[in-house]
Nanobody, 117 residues
Framework: QVQLVESGGGLVQPGGSLRVSCAASGIIFSLYDMGWYRQAPEKERELVARITSGGTTNYADSVKGRFTISRDNAENTVYLQMNSLKPEDTAVYYC???????????WGQGTQVTVSS
């Protein structure tokens, strides 16, 4: 059974930092591209950051220079370090695992990040 379990969300003040984690099980983690998406109330889910199985990263323009995605294949975990947080970063953050060759895609249950004073 595949599981993606996010953790680390919470309430943070504007300008603060937070790191969210996603622990994967039931997949060959090193062969999957991993992504962080977010969904704010009444908005569509959007890509925040993505890291391929080979380590190539890409980011949404809105988070470039502030967020960093990384992965630890030994721990089957992907991280999103979020710095200089803004109120508009408030959303539920979801972890996604994807293998295009095998046509497999999995999602976590999400973790709430709230940026507010």
């Amino acid at each position: 059974q595949v599981q993606l379990v996010e953790s680390g969300g919470g309430l943070v003040q504007p300008g603060g930092s937070l790191r969210v984690s996603c622990a994967a099980s039931g997949i060959i983690f090193s062969l999957y591209d991993m992504g962080w998406y977010r969904q704010a109330p009444e908005k569509e889910r959007e890509l925040v950051a993505r890291i391929t199985s080979g380590g190539t990263t890409n980011y949404a323009d809105s988070v470039k220079g502030r967020f960093t995605i990384s992965r630890d294949n030994a721990e089957n975990t992907v991280y999103l370090q979020m710095n200089s947080l803004k109120p508009e970063d408030t959303a539920v953050y979801y972890c996604m695992a994807e293998n295009l060759v095998w046509a497999r895609e999995y999602w976590g249950q999400g973790t709430q990040v709230t940026v507010s004073s």
